[in-house]
């Protein structure tokens, strides 16, 4: 095919390439234990899909506002100065089919031909795919082991140029678990603003953390004229088929990522909208023990990898990954991830699917039973046996 030369620049996801060969190969037979797609294992609380239900009996069917229904970005704008004690409004949220639109939007809206955007590395994939097919350059931030896969600051600011447009933040973060602490945060939001470049700040594992407080940039009054907040109900909810997300910003960009919103997707669903209404503001019980279950999960998958002989793993304090090292088992992260699907039936990502920083590494979701980590388990220890 004779395809735009941008396509070229346009990553994947690896986890959706995983999930499929594992698909493939449970097909022909072979059980699969499937660590590698980062989703919750559990179902959408019953009050939200039966708020979604009622909206479909409701006649809620048809087009509505491309950046959201009122009363729904009412809903979320409540829970956003609720949660990060803000006085945000709701002409300032743009509600999206899943988060990633809102990524997209920000980054193509924002970086011209060789514009910088600083993200973090490793990362979730589609910030580099995005910032390259942009036309941009993707300048990495490792986020190292030795570091705690928080951010070295002083290896941050010597990234900062003339030409950073855009800098993105995630935390709790995709793929290590780690979190920027409110001192990084603080340094970022002094460069960001004393030098006038955009942030967006991706949290949407804000709800999925343990142990301690979730700090966001948002807290920085001098950014938020120039941050974009990403949110959504994927995670918290185990909603990720819902596709349910959305972007909290100053008004004048808002209107500009609806007007990308018009042309590439209208509006988002009707009914799965008004099912935000009861998720923000109905019972918390469900979320808040999914989130007790990933704790109970965290702490015996941890323990597991750390009994393994040439695998070590810290402790996550936030989302649902760990991020093993396996430098010690003389193979790469590539050829680990091929042959535990393989040969052992276990689905699992090199570190390397985030970024060149991730090499070293696997990411290993535990958004999965406790028996069926123990199984996992019991298999990487049986290859590495060999």
Known sequence: MNLAKRMSRLGTETAFEVLARAKALEAKGKHVVHLEI????FDTPRNIVEAAITALNEGYTHYNPANGMPEVREAIVAEVNRTRNLNYTADQVVLTPGAKPIMFFVIMALIDEGDEAIYPNPGFPIYESVINFAGGKAV????????????????????????????????????????????????IAEVAAKRGIWVLTDEVYSRTIYDIQHE????????????????????????????????????????????????????????????????????????????EQFRKRREFIVEGLNKIPNVTCKNPPGAFYVFPNITKTGKSSKQLETELLEQAGVAVLSGTAFGKYGDGHLRLSYANSIENIQLALDRIAAHLAG
């Not at 980062?38 to 294992?41: K, L, M, Q, V």
């Open 38 to 41: 980062g989703e919750p294992d």
């Open 140 to 187: 990495p931030m490792p986020l190292l082991e030795e570091n705690d896969f928080g951010m070295d600051i002083d290896k941050f600011e010597a990234s900062v140029t003339d030409k950073t447009k855009l800098i993105i933040v995630n935390s709790p973060h995709n793929p290590t678990g780690g979190i920027l602490t409110k001192e990084q945060l603080k340094r």
């Open 216 to 291: 966001s940039i948002t807290q920085f009054p001098e950014v938020l004229e120039k941050t974009i907040l990403l949110d959504g109900l994927s995670k918290t909810y185990a909603m990720t088929g819902w596709r349910l997300g959305y972007g909290v910003m100053p008004v004048d960009m808002a209107k500009v990522i609806t007007q990308m919103g018009i042309n590439v997707h209208s509006c988002t669903s009707a009914f799965a909208q008004r099912a935000i209404i009861e998720a923000y503001g109905g019972p918390q019980e469900d979320p808040a023990n999914m989130n």
